[in-house]
Nanobody, 111 residues
């Protein structure tokens, strides 16, 4: 069973940046597609970005051009660089691998 632990959330002003990290353990990391989801207050969870074992990426339209997903297989870690954050980006961000979810990290975008 893989364990996913997110970090890097916090309070940021509109237009600011944050980098989220997700450390995975318990399985061979490099072989799996990794993803970031988010859930805003009162809304359903939505997919933000994914990255394959070969580094191919996918972005939801809502984050395309502002967020970058990457991975360091030697560190069993996946990242989400978030730039130009908007108040609508306030959400709990989750790292996902298959059916496994992390506990989430809170991102609040507010002045």
């Amino acid at each position: 069973q893989v364990q996913l632990v997110e970090s890097g959330g916090g309070l940021v002003q509109p237009g600011g940046s944050l980098r989220l990290s997700c450390a995975a353990s318990g399985s061979i990391f490099s072989s799996y597609v990794m993803g970031w989801y988010r859930q805003a207050p009162g809304k359903q969870r939505e997919l933000g970005a994914t990255i394959t074992s070969g580094g191919n990426t996918y972005y939801a339209d809502s984050v395309k051009g502002r967020f970058t997903i990457s991975r360091a297989n030697d560190k069993n870690t996946v990242y989400l660089q978030m730039n130009s954050l908007e108040p609508g980006g306030t959400a709990v961000y989750y790292c996902v691998r298959g059916a496994s979810w992390g506990q989430g990290t809170q991102v609040t975008v507010s002045s």
